[in-house]
């Protein structure tokens, strides 16, 4: 049972480019969100979906989209690179509005 | 909207010794969840615990309690007998039962070392 899959653990971005992190999750959860998570920050939620086709903003939306296709997959979106953005990424899936959530592993994007 | 506040930064436990952590949260809502998520270096959110804010009984989980005070909005994490395994971030977070949302939120987080 993979859980929920985060791809790539690691990358490097010019400022302007764009990118997709990938999320997949294999156990048939509804829920699933992405956090960025920052120094003294916490884990600030950046978008989230309720379902397949559902999608709405989080605390931090900005400079991110957002799709759900599948209710197993849940890729973000950086449409132009800023360094603002550098941080660790989590994607995060549940079962139902119940209950806890299962984290990836994380995505470290440094922008320069 | 909810807040969740984690007012130790850093802490600090000797092994084999116990140490508490906080978390206090503010909502208007009477039924929701709360967990403590813990983070080692290797960046793996690992959930430690959940309390659900209808059970009155407190969570525990093996070395790991908690102390959930409702009318004061306290979740505080215990753990016993500390591990040098144990040393790692922790997070508080709250999560609604109502609403089409159900998010967590977090806290800002705990860095706790474990001393030899």
């Known amino acids: 049972n993979a859980g929920v899959t985060q791809t790539p653990k690691f990358q490097v971005l010019k400022t302007g480019q764009s990118m997709t992190l990938q999320c997949a999750q294999d156990m048939n959860h509804e829920y699933m969100s992405w956090y960025r998570q920052d120094p003294g920050m916490g884990l600030r939620l950046i978008h989230y979906s309720v379902g397949a086709g559902i999608t709405d903003q989080g605390e931090v939306p900005n400079g991110y989209n957002v799709s759900r296709s599948t209710t197993e997959d849940f890729p973000l979106r950086l449409l132009s690179a800023a360094p603002s953005q550098t941080s660790v990424y989590f994607c995060a899936s549940s079962l139902s509005r119940y209950g806890g959530y299962t984290f990836g592993s994380g995505t470290r994007l440094t922008v320069v | 909207a909810q807040t969740v506040t984690q007012s130790q930064p850093e802490m600090s436990v000797q092994e084999a010794e116990t140490v508490t952590l906080s978390c206090t949260y503010d909502?208007?809502?009477?039924?929701?969840?709360l967990f403590w998520y813990k983070q080692p270096p290797s960046r793996q959110m690992i959930l430690v615990i959940r309390q659900e804010a209808y059970k009155q009984q407190n969570a525990t989980e093996n070395r790991f309690s908690v102390n959930f005070q409702k009318a004061a909005k306290s979740f505080s994490l215990k753990i016993s007998d500390s591990q040098l395994g144990d040393a790692a971030m922790y997070f508080c977070a709250y999560r609604s039962r109502g609403g089409s949302q159900g998010n967590l939120i977090f806290g800002k987080g705990t860095k706790l070392s474990v001393k030899p």
């Open positions: 909502t208007s809502e009477s039924d929701y969840y």
